[in-house]
């Protein structure tokens, strides 16, 4: 019977006309077996789609499936959020003397999940338990004052092999800048502006660090623009270190967060 036949072997000629011209291929395998060219006759006039063939898939790429959860790559991806909006996963208190609560707070006056730091006696906030870029990346965040009178962000973060922390508020409720440079903290070096932080109302603060410069942005407003070329960046001495590498704290002052993002630069 036809269908006992054992199977006629394909010549690697054969396999290289199939993958230049499908119908001469057909044409070729009548020559060698009536039984294989019924087989193979609609598979080869229809393109030969199947991304499995054994006679041309090296000529074509495998189809590709986004996994489920896959992140999109791109600019985009490169953007990392450290506040999720459910928890504080990934922080820790960072254990100041006479702190006030750090905590989730759901929704915040119908705004959504914030971060929400009490007044303390002195210094109150939470500390960044993964690792963060030590160099060329940019920090954003929104930060709203509920009450007080002193800095309601102390943002820390690496610069290189150092620390650092911008100040918005310090000292009275209006100093801004770096602590420190040259050894010299937020209120009395190059950085030092004297801004307003009205309560309730939202700030966006963006902080840039690369090799060269230290830069701040509040809003749309420049705020800090430092060259590091013979400058030397350091923590201000005290439970402040408690912050290294990447935290945030106030001083005297209860303050909301959202938005905590971070994201590499090229």
């Known amino acids: 019977m036809l269908g006992n036949r054992p199977p006629t072997p394909v010549s690697e000629a054969a396999i290289q006309l199939h993958r230049r011209k499908p119908r001469l291929f057909l044409n070729h395998l009548m020559k060698l077996s009536p039984f294989l060219s019924v087989g193979f006759a609609a598979f080869l006039l229809s393109g030969c789609a199947a991304t499995d063939c054994p006679y041309c898939k090296v000529d074509k790429p495998a189809a590709t499936t986004a996994s489920p959860g896959a992140k999109p790559t791109g600019a985009a991806s490169a ?19 006479g702190a006030g609560e750090t905590k989730l707070e759901p929704n915040f006056r119908g705004q959504g999940p914030v971060i929400l730091i009490e007044a303390g006696q002195s210094l109150s906030g939470i500390t960044f338990t993964n690792p963060v870029p030590k160099q060329n990346f940019e920090i954003t965040l929104e930060a709203l004052k509920v009450q007080g009178n002193d800095f309601f962000i102390g943002l820390t973060f690496p610069v290189g092999a150092a620390h650092a922390t911008l100040v918005l508020g310090g000292w009275g409720g209006a100093t801004t800048g770096i602590s420190s ?3 010299l903290d937020a209120s009395e070096n190059d950085t030092t502006k004297f801004l307003a932080y009205d309560k309730d109302k939202w700030f966006r603060i963006r902080m840039k660090v690369t090799p060269a410069k230290l830069e701040t942005w509040i809003e749309n407003d420049k705020v800090v623009d430092q060259e590091l070329k013979d400058r030397r960046v350091s923590m201000r001495f005290g439970e402040i270190e408690n ?5 945030l704290a106030t001083y005297q002052t209860t303050t909301v967060i959202r938005k905590v993002e971070i994201k590499p630069l090229e």
């Open 243 to 247: 912050s290294i590498p990447f935290g």
């Open 79 to 97: 953007v990392r959020s450290l506040f999720d909006g459910k928890s504080l996963t990934g922080w820790k208190d960072s254990g100041f003397a």
């Open 181 to 183: 440079i040259d050894g």
